[in-house]
């Protein structure tokens, strides 16, 4: 990597208001994470090798020939680390051993290195905000006196009122209820209060304490001495906390994964001007420290190695903030994933995208689905609004013929997958599937449903284990007669199984394969995007490194350039004569 000084570029990222630098870095570098395509594995729904309903290490390693072959860069797996499962292992017990449910450290080292060996690297998740309530460290916090080093590892508080039964604030759970749980002292007596701004399985850990950045520090070399390629960081905005922990009502329309700050309209959150309020508990400025001193863990290591930032941080150019040269590598974009299927709102998060993260040199990435969020292929047809983490149900306003939603998915992938950056797809996609909106009320498992008592669905309808095998039990994803599954799987998934759209022309699956062949072929990763004028509002059309980019997001066919037919790379649905239909998306040689 090289890092260069350039003149400050206005008001940008680079912009550091927590100390007095100002200096904007730019870094470029032919590093692989700059232009990868990176698959996210839900371990728990990917593919189960023992039966017992709930994806594995074995099961992954033994279908890794089956990424290869789509042609992913590299892999993203969520947590499988010893947990008690509240969260689905984001409620991590022990951070440096394996759950038995997905196998053991030994699994981990061949599941690395059968990954390796096909020439993908390997990203894992940690979760640095809060632990589980099982971890040792949580246990011994109960079971010391107040004000002990060992409570001094956790957010305790004394409550307010005169026997401090009222909560220390008015902080809710980005799962619904309140924030703080109170517990029982040994004597039977109540207690203080600790924070958790996830379910209350899951204390938040304090972030100001020495002892815990160490810990982190020691967990980021033990994962990074097996050789793994980098991290994706959950909650990277959450860490610090504001001093005095002061009560804070969010604006109506916020409240997603992390809070999305207050629930603008991506366009808006687009603008490099805006500034949304900070909670105190989101985007505090201590939590760059923190980044840069890993940063410097992973240049302990040979080799170019990625923290990749969980961050609901908007707008795009403070979001930046988390990726310059010296501290994070990638931070998803969100602001990209909420726009909706419209060419206004994609051309503006795109441009401010590519401009905030270029103040501090670093690439935007691109995502449209991950475990958090309504499958793309329902979202993006939904008719009624659906904010981020409510999840969907049977009786949902707007449910989007399926059809229509996947015509909407295919389009919007292959504008994202031809855009220069980094991007995420997550698993399932490939195959075109849509959220599970009809899950039995007593199959979910998303902590949201049972905080909230149902008035969010939650995000179990884009985690069902994914179809491999059309006719099989669980559709091959476990082993052959197994009828397991942690989530049920719908009954009418034969044709989105894998070996029901393996080379087959114009499956969802061909498509992405086509897609990402061709990505690489022309390097789009690492090319420069140039967008075309005339071709009307509602259609998204650039050009980059000599592929054009023509998406129709309007309601009427548009013409394609007149020396067609014979320059069409791919197209996301039969092309008609020489039109571009609704929904619909074309790369032409240019
Ligand atoms: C973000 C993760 O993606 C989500 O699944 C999890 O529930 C929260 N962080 C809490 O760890």
Known sequence: MTIETSPEPGATAADEPETETTTALVATGSEWWRSAVIYQIYPRSFADSDGDGVGDLPGITARLDSLAALGVDAVWLSPFMTSPQHDAGYDVADYCDVDPLFGTLDDFDRMLGRAHALGIRVIVDLVPNHTSWDHVWFKEALAAPEGSPERARYMFRDGKGPNGDEAPNNWESVFGGPAWERVTNPDGTPGQWYLHLFDRSQPDLDWENPWVRQQFLDILRFWLDRGVDGFRVDVAHGLIKEAGLP???????????????????????????????????????????????????????????????????????????????????????????????????????????????????????????????????????????????????????????????????????????????????????????????????????????????????????????????????????????????????????????????????????????????????????????????????????????????????????????????????????????AALAPDAAVWLLA
Not at 409 to 431: D, H, K, N
Not at 527 to 539: I, K, M, N
């Open 247 to 577: 009560d804070y009502t969010p604006p109506e329309g916020g409240g997603s994964m992390g809070g999305g700050v207050v629930g603008l309209e991506p366009e808006i959150l687009a603008d490099a001007t805006l500034d949304p309020p900070t909670p105190p508990y989101w985007a505090q400025d201590g939590v760059h420290e923190i980044y840069r001193s890993w940063h410097a863990v992973l240049e302990e290591y040979e080799g170019d190695r990625v923290l990749c930032a969980e961050a609901w941080v908007e707008p795009l150019t403070k979001l930046a903030r988390w990726v310059r040269p010296d501290e994070m590598q990638q931070a998803f974009n969100f602001t990209y994933l909420e726009a909706g299927w419209s060419a206004a709102q994609l051309r503006g998060v795109i441009d401010t995208s590519i401009s905030a993260f270029a103040t501090v040199g670093a690439p935007s990435t691109w995502v449209l689905s991950n475990h958090d969020v309504v499958r793309h292929a329902t979202r993006l047809a939904l008719t009624a609004e659906n904010p981020q983490g409510d999840g969907l149900g049977p009786d949902s306003p707007g449910l989007p013929d399926r059809a229509a939603g996947l015509r909407r998915a295919r389009a919007a992938t292959a504008v994202m997958l031809a855009l220069p950056g980094s991007a995420y797809i997550y698993q399932g996609e490939e195959l075109g599937l849509p959220e599970v909106v009809d899950l039995p009320d007593d199959a979910r498992q998303d902590p949201t449903w049972f905080r909230t008592h149902g008035a969010r669905y939650g995000r179990d309808g884009c985690r069902v284990p994914i179809p491999w095998q059309a006719g099989a039990t669980t559709y091959g994803f476990g082993p052959a007669g197994s009828t397991a599954s942690w989530l049920p799987q719908p009954g009418d998934w034969d044709a989105y199984a894998r070996d029901s759209q393996e080379g087959v022309p114009g499956s969802t699956l061909s498509l992405y394969t086509a897609l990402l062949a061709l990505r690489s072929q022309y390097a789009l990763g690492t090319g420069t995007l140039e967008w075309l004028p005339g071709y009307g509002e509602d259609v998204i059309a650039f050009r980059n490194n000599g592929v054009v980019v023509i998406a129709n997001a309007g309601t009427t066919p548009v013409e394609l350039p007149a020396e067609l037919p014979g320059q069409v790379l791919v197209a996301s649905e039969d092309l008609g004569e």
